[in-house]
């Protein structure tokens, strides 16, 4: 794969999302939303296409990459991204626990 080829994770804000591009199409994304000065992350996705070639990987460790740079913290309601946090002991220091009050404000959050 040369640097080209290489998949771009990019944030797009407006839709509450990183994606993860391949080549020129959106090949999957990660959600979140911001609380308090925590980005709240509940899904993950890679199209179908895309599955088995590492991706998800690359997008949550630029996505986290990213929150860390914006002086955010982390919060891992995505199981996704859950199991990455427990692979990758680099971001535990900006980790918060999913605790009953975020998930009760991130299904308001969702709802709106």
């Known amino acids: 794969m040369t640097q080209a080829d290489a998949p771009l994770v990019r944030n797009v804000d407006a839709r509450h999302r990183y ?10 994304f990660t959600a979140y939303r911001d609380r308090d000065g925590q980005r709240v992350f509940f899904h993950t996705e890679i199209d179908d296409a895309f599955a088995g070639q590492g991706l998800a990987s690359v997008l949550v460790r630029e996505a986290l990459r990213h929150v860390r740079d914006t002086g955010r913290r982390i919060v891992p309601v995505c199981p996704y991204v859950a199991k990455f946090l427990k692979k990758h002991e680099e971001f535990a220091d900006i980790t918060d626990p999913v605790t009953p ?12």
């Open 101 to 112: 009050e975020v998930l009760q404000w991130l299904d308001t959050a969702l709802a709106r």
């Open 19 to 28: 994606e993860i591009l391949a080549g020129e199409v959106t090949a999957g």
